[in-house]
């Protein structure tokens, strides 16, 4: 059972380097975020600087408050999700000795493998320290969000998360929001 403070090591080892058909059907509508090492270990692959590989190859994701990249999806009528840069539809996934963290834990055919996005989302998604962060995570739970043991919200917690003034003491989230103040 996989819980918020599993480490790496063991989420590996519930993985494997899997090109079957259920686990590649996720490239076709979207692709894992990279941490670490992985844009390093990426242009290394693709003989590119790491600046040619956002140009060319990453987008911006934000989950949670926070910010990462990921391989940028080739999308269809406007529509928000898409196929993975680095699918083809006869080769699969042409950087897979290399791809992103969340795309090598990413198990569609086993049934855990839920949880291991799950994991993933809240190691490295998730800011503990950001009230913006923790605010949006419970939205997520209570629009029904999966979580896993060791990453429930205390009532504490959530008193302040619910107190907008409460947030505005900790830093101007005004300006995060992109609320402008009216300066008459």
């Given at each position: ?85 680095f699918y083809d539809e006869v080769k ?14 990413s198990m569609g055919c086993k049934d ?14 998730l800011n503990k320290e950001d009230p ?53």
């Amino acid at each position: 059972m996989l819980t918020i403070n599993t480490n790496m090591e063991k989420v590996l080892l519930l993985t494997h380097p899997c090109r079957c058909p259920k686990c590649e059907n996720s490239c076709k509508y979207g692709s894992g975020a990279l941490v670490g090492e992985d844009m390093k270990k990426l242009a290394e692959f693709l003989q590119i600087t790491e600046e040619e590989l956002k140009e060319k190859y990453l987008e911006k994701i934000t989950k949670f408050n926070t910010t990462l990249f990921r391989p940028r999806l080739i999308r269809k009528d406007d529509k928000p999700y898409g196929k993975c840069v680095f699918y083809d539809e006869v080769k699969g996934c042409t950087v897979h000795e290399v791809k992103p963290t969340e795309c090598k834990i990413s198990m569609g055919c086993k049934d855990y493998g839920p949880e291991l996005i799950t994991w993933f989302s809240l190691n490295y998604f998730l800011n503990k320290e950001d009230p913006e962060s923790l605010r949006q995570y419970k939205l997520y739970l209570e629009s029904g969000g999966k979580t896993l043991p060791g990453a429930e919200l205390d009532a504490e917690t959530i008193k302040k998360l619910d107190s907008y003034e409460d947030l505005k003491k900790e830093k101007d989230w005004d300006s995060v929001l992109g609320i402008k103040e009216d300066k008459k």
